[in-house]
């Protein structure tokens, strides 16, 4: 069992390693997306499928609350998986839960950042194609190829593609790019002088 242990962990290494070797472009464009967002007095709002949902709620949470330094709150929301629909046919909407909420919460200038796993997730590519009917940009963190998001993303959208297929894998990359992004906003609007 330790050797299987060994192995998950080598896994995990080298996984983020090829994710260390070919996202710092896209993360950089996505700090700076964010922030001039922000800076532009727009929210970031944050959706994700199943796995991928406690991802969109840590980045809001640490949007509004603070990354690993105290500093004034930032605007952003994550969408609710669970949202309620007043129609007694919401099952039939199950893949418009998000667009419909960015339809109703969003404004054009806002920005919406999206976890994926492939890209094929039906809820996650109807609130993106919301958001762009609003003029949004999307930040899509996304595994795999990027799946059908890719096709939907303009050239002033971001595409994070974490090199893996695994979705452990790119749950745990997708973690660690929001932790990065959280450290790169906090010192772009809120630079700390160092001691």
């Given at each position: ?27 950089e464009a996505s700090a700076i ?83 994926a796993i492939d890209g094929n ?75």
């Open positions: 069992m330790q050797e299987s242990i060994k192995t998950i962990f080598t896994e995990s290494i080298q996984a983020q390693i090829a994710a260390g070797e070919v996202l710092p472009q896209t993360l997306t964010i922030v001039q967002s922000l800076i532009n007095g727009n929210k970031v709002i944050c959706c994700g499928e199943l796995s991928c949902n406690m991802l969109a709620e840590h980045f809001a949470g640490l949007l509004v609350n603070h990354y690993e330094t105290e500093r004034p709150c930032l605007p952003a929301i994550s969408l609710s998986q669970n949202h309620v629909h007043l129609d007694m046919h919401s099952n039939d909407h199950e893949q418009d839960k998000f667009s419909r909420q960015v339809r109703a919460f969003a404004q054009q200038g806002d920005l919406l950042v999206i976890f997730e039906k809820s996650i590519v109807a609130a993106v194609e919301a958001a762009l009917t609003k003029d949004m940009k999307v930040i899509a963190l996304v595994g795999d190829e990027g799946g059908e998001l890719s096709g939907l993303l303009g050239p002033n959208d971001v595409e994070v593609l974490t090199p893996s297929k695994r979705p452990s894998r790119i749950l745990e990359s997708h973690l660690f790019n929001i932790h990065c992004l959280s450290q790169l906003i906090d010192n772009t609007l809120f630079p700390q002088d160092e001691q």
